[in-house]
């Protein structure tokens, strides 16, 4: 009979809401991972918990605020970006974090990642792109992979999804990089350089989701996804990000690593800067 | 050396146009928070803003949106600033989404609307009061909003003040309804000195007192923590319980759904404000806001001269609705004349409290109502009752 592992108390307990547990998320989903590195990064950042504020908008992502023990906010469909704007500028001590799906941020929301990004707010996103709308069952999205199956793309995705990581360097974040639920060493460190530096910073993180999306694409429980993605993926930190985009047809590698890593001066700055 | 304008308050005697008095009333008030999106005819205000907000540390931003723009202010609201937007129709229409978001969040700040004709695009650069029920309507969901509406210049700086105090006191986005006319209207403007500007704060949590994020006294208003104070409040759009927890059921959704409309309703005593004129022996009642009040007041005082006694009830706030006092008036006159530029919006909710006949004075927008057909609609009143 193997030993049972008896622990009364596990290091990131203080940062969860426990009497909000059982989570939502459906077995094999990515999120408590992702989530986990989180606020591992908040625990090693040495900014003050209290200052830590996360964002979200709406969808399975959007949850993750009402678990976790900081100030969070649980927004609307695609504003998270500009609610936090409005934190960060209010307060500017804030470290604000926002964590979204794919949906939430690029397409109802994807005219205000725009601008935050080109107007460097000094803030940290990480999107969550498990390739579809998994909260409402499962649909197409702006980064459903071309040829794959969702309950709107019956006969196969025919849109070309957005490549991120190229957009977000194209708007000028001062910090790019692409990580999976796997990854989450690497995921826990670019979140931690994302909290060091100042100006808009984006990480995009690949999430299984076998319900919404591996099983109509026949990719087995949340487990085989994400063996998946470990074989797919390359880590390349220096790819041309015009390559990064994400064809699952092709059996093109999936390129992760730290793309982008440059300073530029954070908005807040630039007031003060223009007008002496 | 200090500029002469680096102040918030601006005490003197002005010749102002109205977006630039509803600007100084903010600054008064002590916004430190602007996100807007150029509009006519409401732009005045902003540009204004972004010249005056950081001579004093505040910050101006223009968004990408009027989506942007109402959820900016929300979230530097709860970063603990007083916030606000300016506006016009098709704006208005984009800030619903996230006004309903501050409605059931009880998220203070300022919405301002300086109306145009609609629907869509409608008038641009012409008025209209046809945003009423919007105000009270627009969002989804049931909720009850404040809203005044400036007659004046004069009026664009207090009353964006009052909205201020209104939004902080009862917790709930607050709207400024003034129309193009008095948006684009210059007039003379008093700032009061700096110490009698009126400030009513929020309530704030006592440290120590163990009350729950949403958890109310009777007044029906929680006290509202900002982020960073240390109560690690989960602040979410989902029906939420005391806690501020997601609880999506009937009982905890009855529950706050009825708290944030009733914590207005008892309180509608104390924030609905009306100016009486010439009404005492008044057998017509006429009933106008914003600029058309002003044409109401000469069709009242032609209708005196004409031996027709008429007066007029004058509504600053437009919600919550004045019905106590429709209902007096319903005791002492015989008819009821409601103008309006719109086709019909204040005078429905008068005829909910009045059994008299209501005669409507309107048209659908585009230029400042003349007195004629207000004293028309008088006469024929005169004559009906």
């Known amino acids: 009979m193997p030993a049972e592992l008896v622990v009364d108390a596990h290091p990131l307990d203080p940062l969860l809401r426990a009497d909000r547990l059982p989570h939502i998320w459906c077995p094999g989903c990515g999120l408590g991972p992702i989530m986990a590195c989180y606020a591992q990064a908040i625990l090693d950042s040495g900014i003050p918990r209290d200052n830590h504020v996360i964002v979200a908008g709406i969808g399975c992502t959007g949850r993750i605020p009402g678990y976790l023990n900081i100030d969070s906010f649980h927004t609307t469909h695609g504003r998270a970006i500009p609610f936090a704007t409005g934190l960060k500028i209010g307060n500017p001590e804030l470290e604000v974090t926002i964590i979204s799906g794919d949906g939430d941020l690029f397409a109802i929301g994807g005219n205000h990642i725009l601008h935050a990004a080109r107007r460097n707010i000094d803030l940290n996103v990480i999107c969550v792109n498990n390739f579809n709308y998994g909260m409402t069952g499962g649909q197409g999205g702006p980064t459903t992979p071309t040829g794959a199956r969702t309950s709107t793309t019956p006969y196969g995705c025919f849109e070309t999804p957005i490549n991120m990581p190229w957009l977000a360097y194209a708007l000028g974040a001062v910090l790019v990089a692409r990580w999976s639920a796997l990854h989450v060493r690497q995921l826990k460190n670019a979140i931690s350089r994302a909290m060091e530096k100042q100006g808009f910073t984006f990480i995009e993180v690949l999430a299984p989701c076998p319900i919404g999306f591996g099983r109509p694409n026949d990719l087995g429980e949340g487990l085989d996804e994400m063996h998946l993605y470990q074989e797919e993926c390359i880590v390349d930190h220096d790819v041309d990000l015009r390559q990064a985009n994400i064809d699952l047809r092709q059996k093109q590698p999936i390129v992760l690593g730290n793309f982008v890593d440059i300073e530029r001066p954070p908005f807040t700055t630039l007031p003060e800067q223009f007008r002496s | 050396m200090t500029s002469p304008t680096a102040q918030r308050v601006l005490t003197g005697t002005h010749f102002m146009v109205g977006d630039h008095a509803v600007a100084e009333g903010a600054m008064a008030a002590g916004v430190m928070f602007f996100a807007g999106y150029p509009i006519t005819p409401s732009t005045e205000t902003a540009e204004r803003l972004a010249r005056r907000m950081p001579e004093v540390g505040a910050h101006f931003i223009q968004m990408e949106d009027e989506l942007a723009s109402m959820c900016a202010i929300l979230g530097a609201s709860w970063a603990g600033v007083r916030s606000m937007t300016a506006t016009s129709g098709p704006g208005f229409s984009l800030m619903m989404e996230n006004i309903g978001l501050g409605m059931i969040t009880e998220t203070p700040c300022v919405v301002v609307n300086v109306q145009r004709g609609g629907p869509s695009t409608g008038l641009p650069t012409l008025t209209a009061q046809a945003d009423i ?22 009026e664009c700086f207090d009353f964006t003040i009052k909205a201020f105090n209104s939004a902080d006191r009862y917790r709930v986005p607050t709207f400024v309804l003034g129309d193009e006319i008095v948006g684009h209207m210059s007039e003379r403007v008093v700032i009061p000195d700096a110490s009698q500007i009126p400030y009513v704060g929020r309530k704030r949590p006592v440290p120590g007192e163990q009350r729950l994020l949403y958890e109310a006294d009777e007044s029906l208003i ?91 009830l004058r509504l600053i706030t437009l919600w919550p609705f004045a019905e106590k006092h429709i209902r007096a008036l319903d005791k002492r006159a015989k008819a009821f004349v409601v103008a309006e530029v719109n086709l019909g919006q204040v005078v429905t909710q008068v005829e909910r409290f009045t059994a008299k006949p209501v005669l409507r004075a309107n048209h659908a927008g585009g230029r400042m109502m003349s007195p004629e057909p207000i004293m028309d609609a008088i006469r024929e009143a005169s004559h009906a009752s």
């Open chain 2, 133 to 154: 029920m919007q105000a009270k309507w627009g969002s989804h969901g049931d909720y009850e909003p404040i809203a005044y509406a400036p007659s004046s210049p004069q």
């Open chain 2, 222 to 312: 929680p006290a509202m923590p900002f982020a960073s104070d240390g109560y690690r409040v989960h602040v979410t759009g989902l029906t939420h319980d005391e806690r501020g927890y997601p609880a999506t059921l009937p009982e905890p959704h009855d529950r706050l759904v009825r708290r944030i409309c009733d914590k207005i309703r008892i309180h509608a005593d104390e924030i609905i404000e009306v100016e009486e004129w010439q009404l005492q022996d008044a057998d017509i009642a006429v009933v106008s806001f914003g600029s058309t009040a002003r044409t109401a007041r000469h069709a009242v005082a032609a209708a005196r001269q004409d031996g027709i006694k008429a007066g007029l």
